[in-house]
């Protein structure tokens, strides 16, 4: 069932759209034949490359966000947490600034940029995060509020107007816009951290014993927690490049599958990445369809949807702790 979702969730993305339902054609979309009409041109040159990159990005967040919080046995963990996605931003905001192309049609300016500020921004965190899961949190926090504050200055002393209105909508965070060279961009980024990250379910689920019984059991802390923040780095620093901030997906999206795929790491981060190939493409189709006109940024959408989601998970287990209310 989980296989199929994104599948379902992303030709729903494909057909839906502002000018109606439209057929996604196969032949098409293979590139087994060149479009002859308009809705198969919006569909190739439109839909295609949102669609992929959306499930793209909903999978590194969803898996990040699942390997975090069992490296850091810590259920807040996520991205965002360790300061990833600010750092990230941190980089691609200044390629922006210092001139390079902004939102849509990133190029590869911002995307190394993005990679090179997550990079950095997680190698701090790591080194000062040494003692545990609480002190990786609590250096992800400050990393992320300095690289915040940097992001703040930027925007303060940008050197336009224009520059301003730039970087402000690219951090609003938005799949529209993207074309198929982004999608490919991303692409070997997104499967490079992906399959790191599936390789360390094997450490998490022994490091979710304990740390003296993960040493036990031959797994190598200090190599799981390379593994997974360099995942986490690769993953969303090309996520970050390409679409700007997007939140609430790697946090949510764990919490949402635990109760179905249980707690262990090596099942949650593969049904993780399913998960949030299937939720973003799913808000970034409901803020199309639902802006009237006016399209809602996936990075709103998420924020929208992702709030609600996690205050009704925390009260489900409030109530399933204290029995009743």
Partial sequence: MLILLPLLVGWLSLGYGPSGWIMPDASVLLGLRAPDTASGIVMLELRLPRTLIAM????????????????????????????????????????????????????????????????????????????????????????????????????????????????????????????????????????????????????????????????????????????????????????????????FVGLIVPHALRPFVGHRPGRLVPASMLGGATLLPLADLAGRLIGDGTEIRVGVATALIGAPVFLHILLTRARAERGTW
């Fill in 56 to 247: 793209m990005i909903g999978a590194v967040l969803g898996a990040c966000g699942a390997a975090l919080q069992g490296l850091t046995r810590n259920p807040l963990a996520e991205p965002g947490t360790l300061g990833a996605s600010s750092t990230a931003a941190l980089g691609a905001v200044a390629a922006i600034y210092f001139g390079h192309a902004g939102s849509a049609g990133a190029g590869p300016a911002p995307a190394a940029a993005g990679l090179l500020g997550a990079g950095l921004g997680l190698g701090l965190v790591l080194a000062l995060g040494r003692g545990g899961g609480l002190s990786l949190i609590l250096a992800g926090v400050g990393v992320g509020a300095l690289a915040t504050a940097f992001i703040s200055l930027a925007l303060t002393f940008a050197p336009s107007p224009y520059a301003t209105l730039e970087m402000i909508d690219w951090l609003i965070g938005s799949v529209a816009d993207r074309t198929l060279a982004d999608a490919a961009l991303l692409g070997p980024f997104a499967a490079l951290s992906l399959v790191l990250l599936i390789g360390c379910g094997t450490g998490l689920d022994a490091l979710g014993l304990g740390e003296r019984t993960a040493r036990s059991m031959g797994v190598k802390l200090g190599r799981l927690r390379l593994q997974v923040v360099a995942a986490t780095a690769i993953g969303v620093g090309a996520a970050t490049a390409i679409a700007g901030g997007i939140g």
